[in-house]
């Protein structure tokens, strides 16, 4: 377990104090259901080829579709996106959502990017999760450096595999 994580994770510590039967919940807490990792590639307006690691974690999908954000960030790490499905799978369940915690993200200055590379790289991700982003399994929400425009467009990386079942699987698009 990452330092990361592990600090989110002694957190709970105090809880288990107060009621040790929620031991075996910090237990199945402690790693997150799955993180996947992959690369993601963006051809500048220049057209030289850019390479982003980018990762989706589904932390925990016991209550159900997991649903967290997805950011783009030049500083995000896999121990970070781990840490923040961690927590959104804390807040759905102390909320009672119906749904599990996750979090994504491309580790890229955003800001750096023209407006066609930025549409790209939301596409990008859209395509290279969209075994995993889909209504009833996972879905991604806006987080840090990513807007309503940027969620749009996952949806347009995500519908050639879900053809027009993929609208659902993304929130915190525009409204028009």
Known sequence: MSDLLEQAVTRLDRLVEADPDLGEIKRLLSLPGELIERELMLRTDEGKT??????????????????????????????????LGLLMTLKCALLDLPFGGAKGAVRIDAGALSRKERRQL??????????IIRPDNDIAAPDVATTPEDMEYMVEGLEPAHNSGSHGAVTGKPLD
């Open 122 to 131: 939301a596409i990008a991700y859209g395509e290279l999760f969209s075994d």
């Open 50 to 83: 850019r390479f982003a690691r980018a990762w989706r974690c589904r932390y925990n999908a016991l209550k159900g579709p997991t649903k967290g954000g997805v950011r783009f960030s030049p500083t995000s790490t896999a121990d970070e996106v781990n840490r």
